[in-house]
């Protein structure tokens, strides 16, 4: 099979359900060329309508055998118009169905979940407020595994339901920052069978003051496990303790509140208790969890790095979206545009991510692929 077949077929095979939602007589240009040609133009560097059209136009005799182009290259109006009016829900089934060809995720795998305001898709002049992506990120894999818009009334505590229903996340641990740890998506994760390990803020009134105190009363006896981790650079020194008390020991004898027992399979409270030194000043922070692991199969050491590989999602996804793709300061609004892009970028986030044949950064893996053909092809082809 070639390139250009291959190409036509994963496109055909991820996206060609998604119906058209233009008039006949508006249909110049073929919705599969206008969702491919956004794909390619993203992956090959291209920000915005404007330059996913200039790129269109530049690699059009390219183009012409890995899309059908009857009528050349869509104008930057037609791309933007026509995904400001695509199903978004649609688009989003399409980046799953490509990603599990591309990717799965492992048994014991991470997959943090955390939240984004694309903050230049907030428009004053028609009072539309800018929107939040919450996303699911394996961690391991580095793979972006899906995202939902946040309801313009709502906020992430109903979005993280709805996102895991549509995520294959049996045997993997489930982290959320203290926005999510509710009872429901607890108990939804462990019905999926996979533990969750669940951030808590002084906001959560008693469930934070009881893993506290607990930690005040137990943190020297044999109930706790502990664990300590160094990191120097950028001229500081930080050190992260991590404490853990098993509440499934046998001889455990601490009695727990009735509101703290309801949490679906709770099997372990964690403390990272971290301390920054820069020059003369010193910063500590206590930072409290609760988790359906057993510090039993997992010790302090492992929770550790539970913890901290949460923020990946921060570092490897979201700064990435904003640094290199320009996320933020896209201005593209209309309609569900602004969200069916960001999920393209994060698909193109992915194919790049998945190539280990160059050893270069997401900046520079865009520009190779703009400017060598046949690397393109072979980032677009992983899914084959």
């Known amino acids: 099979m070639s390139g250009s077949e291959s190409g036509l077929r994963l496109l055909e095979e991820h996206f060609g359900f998604i119906e058209d939602p233009r008039l006949d007589r508006h249909k110049e240009h073929l919705l599969l060329d206008i969702i491919g040609l956004t794909i390619i133009g993203t992956l090959s560097g291209a920000d915005n309508w404007v330059a996913i059209e200039e790129f269109g136009k530049a690699k059009e005799l390219f183009l012409k055998d890995l899309l059908v182009l009857p009528n ?25 169905s490509w990603i599990s060809n591309l990717s799965q995720v492992t048994q014991g795998q991470v997959v943090a979940i955390d939240g984004k305001r694309l903050r230049g898709s907030y428009d004053k002049g028609s009072n539309k407020a ?14 972006s595994l899906g995202q939902l818009k946040v309801g313009d009334k709502s906020n992430e505590i109903s979005a993280i339901p709805e996102l895991l229903s549509m995520l294959e ?6 982290t959320i920052d203290a926005m999510g740890t509710q009872k429901e998506i607890a108990q939804q994760i462990r019905a999926h069978q996979a533990d969750y390990v669940l951030a808590l803020k002084s906001n959560q009134g008693e469930l934070y003051e009881e893993v506290k105190a607990t ?6 006896t044999r109930f706790c496990q502990q664990d300590q981790q160094w990191d120097k650079g950028h001229g500081r020194i930080e050190s992260r303790k991590c404490y853990v008390l098993d509440l499934q020991a046998p001889d455990f004898d601490w009695i727990l509140s009735q509101d703290l027992e309801q949490w679906k399979d709770i099997s372990s409270l964690i403390m990272i208790q971290a301390t920054r030194w820069k020059g003369d000043q010193v910063q500590t922070q206590n930072r409290y969890y609760i988790s359906s692991l057993s510090a039993q199969n997992k010790d302090a050491q492992a929770f550790n790095h539970i913890v901290r590989t949460h923020w990946a999602i921060e570092n490897q996804l979201h700064w990435t979206l904003d640094v290199v793709f320009k996320e933020d300061a896209s201005r593209v609004r209309s309609g569900y545009a602004d969200q069916n892009l960001s999920v393209i970028r994060r698909l193109a986030l992915n194919l790049l991510k998945q190539d280990k044949s160059l050893k270069v950064g997401i900046q520079n893996k865009r520009m190779r692929a703009a400017w060598d053909n046949q690397y393109l092809i072979k980032i677009i082809n992983q899914a084959v």
């Open 215 to 220: 930690f005040e009363h137990l943190i020297n």
């Open 72 to 96: 050349g290259i869509p104008s930057h109006d037609t791309l933007g118009r026509v995904f400001s009016i695509l199903s978004a829900e649609e688009v989003e089934k399409g980046f799953a």
């Open 169 to 174: 996340i049996a045997g993997c641990i489930i």
């Open 130 to 143: 800018a929107i939040h992506m919450v996303s699911a990120w394996a961690t391991a894999n580095q793979v």
